[in-house]
């Protein structure tokens, strides 16, 4: 997978589980040389082409955080079906639901055997906000810039649109925002960082601060994204509704940065 030459995706969400993803329904049974998995997830990046899933699974749905396993299933595994969703705002990306139907994983893909699965499944959550930061951020910058540029070559009543008030006074106000927004990704990252060198990740309250401020950061962040995405498109007008400017494929984008790791809402 690093060299580029398989895929990947994991397997978390399910149909009446997206946000509740804890109390999964995904049944597990363990065997003496392998596990049984049973179960639909949905949304599963790159889950139509991957040629290898981590998937999460409960032994008993009563307990979950106690009888949650991690395993890697592959693509060729008797019983594992993918089938592509139609998403409208990311069209080329892969995203899709994974069927395990009674899929037999061999013992030594097991990567979180019985309630290690849950420990597993958190610890990942906090590195996977920060990269939702970091894109979220990618895309800020990428719609400001852009307008900020636009905006300056663009002229009506024989002047450039950065010249009038109304253009570039919300403009700067979105550059402080995402210059603040910038700073607190980066910190969100340092103190994730500073949690893994210092081997902190067994004590609650290391695992509780990490969650609290990747949380609140991929919060402010994307959120952000799509609020600069939407208020350049209106400051720059109609070309930026075409693919003449890439700002109207950034809000698209933005608005699954929201959704994606933790609904925006929960975040909170």
Request: aromatic share 10%; charged share 20%.
């Amino acid at each position: 997978i690093i060299t580029g030459k398989k895929i990947g995706c994991i397997c978390i969400t399910e149909r009446k589980h997206g946000s509740d993803a804890v109390n999964m329904e995904t049944k597990v049974i363990d065997k003496e040389d392998h596990l049984i998995f049973t179960g639909e997830k949905l949304y599963t990046t790159n889950g139509p082409v991957a040629d290898y899933f981590i998937v999460y699974g409960v032994s008993d749905v009563s307990d979950p955080r106690g009888t949650m396993y991690q395993a890697i299933a592959e693509r060729g595994h008797e019983g594992l079906i993918t089938n592509r969703l139609g998403i409208q705002s990311v069209p080329r990306v892969q995203i899709g639901q994974t069927l395990f139907n009674s899929v037999k994983i061999p013992r030594e893909n097991i990567l979180g055997g019985k309630g290690q699965g849950y420990k597993n499944l958190f610890s990942g959550l906090v590195a996977e906000r920060c990269s939702i930061i970091g894109s979220s951020l990618g895309i800020g910058w990428l719609t400001a810039i852009t307008g900020l540029i636009y905006t300056n070559l663009r002229t009506q009543f024989n002047r450039p649109l950065y010249d009038f008030q109304g253009v570039s006074f919300p403009q700067t106000q979105n550059f402080i925002e995402l210059m603040a927004a910038t700073e607190l990704g980066f910190k969100s990252a340092s103190e994730y960082n500073k949690t893994i060198d210092r081997k902190h990740f067994d004590q609650q309250k290391f695992v509780k601060y990490n969650a609290a401020f990747s949380s609140g950061t991929k919060y402010l962040a994307s959120h952000l994204a799509q609020k600069i995405s939407y208020e350049t498109q209106q400051l720059c007008g109609g070309i930026a509704f075409t693919d003449n400017l890439r700002i109207d494929k950034a809000l698209e984008v933005a608005k699954v940065q929201e959704i994606i790791g933790g609904a925006r809402n929960i975040q909170l």
